[in-house]
C-alpha cells in the first residue's frame, strides 16, 4: 500500500506561481510512474503531468505546457508540481496519482488550488 498527502494548494492572482507538493510514504520503492490531475467543478478529472520515478521521463497536458513543471526527489518519495503564469482556468482541486506494484494506483486528498483577482 501506498499513502498520499498533497499540499501546497491555496489562492493566487492570474500570472502568479504555487508548487504542490505530494510525500509518499508506504511501499513507496514499488512506484514507477507519479502524476498529477485536478478537476474542476463540473468537468471530468484530467491528467496535468505525469513523470517516471526511475527515468525522470515527463509528459504534460497541453494546456499546461511551458508553464508547469512535474518533477521528483525520489530520496524523500516526493513528486512536485510547479506552477507559473497561473490563469483562471487553471482552477480545480489538484490530485497527486502514483502507479506502484504490478498496476495498482493511489490517489491523495486532493488540494485546492483557485486562480482569482
Known amino acids: 500500500q501506498v499513502q498520499l498527502v498533497e499540499s501546497g494548494g491555496g489562492l493566487v492572482q492570474p500570472g502568479g506561481s504555487l508548487r504542490l507538493s505530494c510525500a509518499a510514504s508506504g511501499f513507496t520503492s514499488s512506484v514507477y510512474v507519479m502524476s498529477w490531475y485536478r478537476q474542476a467543478p463540473g468537468l471530468a478529472r484530467e491528467l496535468v503531468a505525469a513523470?517516471?520515478?526511475?527515468?525522470?521521463?515527463?509528459n504534460y497536458a497541453d494546456a499546461v505546457k511551458e508553464r508547469f513543471t512535474i518533477s521528483r526527489d525520489n530520496v524523500k518519495s516526493t513528486v512536485y508540481l510547479q506552477m507559473n503564469s497561473l490563469k483562471l482556468e487553471d482552477t480545480a482541486v489538484y490530485y497527486c496519482?502514483?502507479?506502484?506494484?504490478?498496476?495498482?494506483?493511489?490517489w491523495g486528498r486532493g488540494t485546492q488550488v483557485t486562480v482569482s483577482s
Open positions: 496519482k502514483v502507479t506502484y506494484g504490478l498496476g495498482d494506483v493511489a
Open positions: 513523470i517516471t520515478r526511475f527515468e525522470g521521463n515527463t
